[in-house]
């Protein structure tokens, strides 16, 4: 499996799910972005695109060819050999009142789970971190202002405890959403953040079995 990311909250992961024999990669693009935000919106053939919540930054798989399959609700889902569960959660800490619903996605393929937490405003309950439990790459935003943040962000990954952390929307070069923050802050709160950025992450399943967690900061391929 192998994960890019373009930046803000979409991630491209490329996988062989098991049964499909050895052809082409199942593509899935999570939460693409328009223009907009000041960067360039994701490019290539998707087969599966999650969407979080449908703000602009988070929702415009027009930008991606072919004929994706589009998961935008919660619920349980089997697409071309991938299982995906979405959890229902919150934009803010008002219940949706403020920024409405926000979707969290289970990905699930060659026996590594993936959980995306979109743009996730708020502390997860007992409910919620039993679907999520056991999950090895957790997504995480960490910059706000709309999502978590710094501390905030550090406390979702204490309680899902993962083995790679993946931290998202935070401030880049040429991003110009307002207020948003740089990972610094959730770094210091974390304390295991490497200096250098990867461009791309290639994961298998026996390479996380025996692993302690691991924070993988990103080279963006639109900043």
Request: with cysteine; hydrophobic share 35%.
């Amino acid at each position: 499996m192998t994960i890019q990311w373009y930046g803000h909250s979409c991630f491209k992961i490329s996988t062989k799910p098991e049964g499909r024999g050895s052809g082409e990669d199942i593509v899935i693009f999570t939460d693409p972005f328009d223009k907009s935000i000041g960067l360039r919106p994701p490019q290539g053939k998707a087969d599966i695109i999650t969407i979080s919540h449908p703000h602009s930054d988070h929702n415009n798989p027009g930008a991606l060819r072919g004929e994706p399959t589009v998961v935008d609700l919660p619920g349980e889902y089997s697409v071309k050999g991938i299982s995906i569960t979405g959890i229902n959660s919150f934009h803010d800490k008002a219940q949706g009142a403020e920024r409405g619903l926000n979707t969290i996605f289970i990905l699930e393929s060659e026996g590594i789970r993936i959980c995306h937490l979109g743009d996730l405003g708020t502390a997860l309950d007992k409910k919620q971190l039993e679907e999520i439990n056991g999950v090895d790459v957790l997504m995480v935003p960490v910059g706000g202002p709309f999502s978590l943040k710094g501390k905030e962000a550090e406390a979702v990954v204490e309680a899902i405890d993962p083995k790679v952390v993946l931290p998202m929307h935070y401030k880049i070069a040429g991003i110009k959403i307002k207020n948003i923050e740089d990972e610094k802050a959730f770094c210091k709160e974390i304390g295991t953040c490497p200096k250098e950025k990867q461009a791309k992450l290639v994961l298998k399943k026996k390479d996380l079995e025996d692993m302690e967690r691991k924070v993988v900061l990103m080279e963006a391929l639109s900043s």
